[in-house]
């Protein structure tokens, strides 16, 4: 039996979310793009978002062509200023909270702002990287995004590594055609497993491998409450369902005082 909430019934939602909270002992948190969008974060994927106006550089095209490397920049420096100046909103806050009192494991993330961190959260499992930091594909160095957005701006220049020479420098992110880091993939599936609470916070869950995470804590035993806009390939598994805005649901349970 899945409980169902919608924006009318907001406050519900938030006391049974926080009777859940008090009865679990092992709780982790999945999210996902909409949980960025009141912070001013575009999700990249709804209409008229940063893919439907630019064709995205395939990791494979990024570390053999010159052209692509430059086209992928092009993108990146114009998509930075999108989040540079973000900040983290509600939800992210909360999660902190919730993180600094002992009541959540970690957080896993699709996301690449780094809002989570900027929050105060520590414990941060991010399955497609940070755009936060840009990393060298031949060697080991990495650094800070902000400077070399700042250079490829100005310079309208694709980076060199100041390492090594090599001019395969990009976003700490994963791109598409690029496999997820195996060792947070490992850590993300052992939290999921024993969970008892999980919380899938606006993600579409249609990403693989990233939604198998949330697919697989509630088969393995955890009440999954999903928040999120639309339906997802796993309300069926959900023991409560939210559809409303993120910020007005955490804002109610600011309410309750949890
Ligand atoms: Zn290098």
Known sequence: MVDRFDESSVTQAAERV??????????????????????GIPDFRSPGGVWAQNQPVYFDDFMSSEDARYEYWRQKAQAHQDFADAQPNITHHTLAEWERDGRLVGIVTQNIDGLHQAAGSQNVLELHGTAREVACMDCDWREPADRWVRYCLTEDKVPECPSCGKARVKHATISFGQSLPTEVLR???????????YFALGSSLVVH????????????????????????????LATAIVRAPLGDFFRSLAELGS
């Not at 092992?26 to 912070?39: K, P």
């Not at 697919?215 to 806009?229: F, P, Y």
Request: aromatic share 4%.
């Open 18 to 39: 926080r009777q859940l909270l008090a009865d679990s002992r092992s709780t982790v948190a999945f999210t996902g793009a909409g949980i960025s969008t009141e912070s």
């Open 209 to 236: 491998p990233a939604a198998g995470l949330p697919q697989m804590a509630a088969e393995s035993g955890a009440k999954l409450v999903i928040l999120n806009r639309d339906e997802t390939p796993l309300d069926a």
């Open 187 to 197: 850590t993300a599936s052992s939290w999921s497993r024993q969970a008892e609470l």
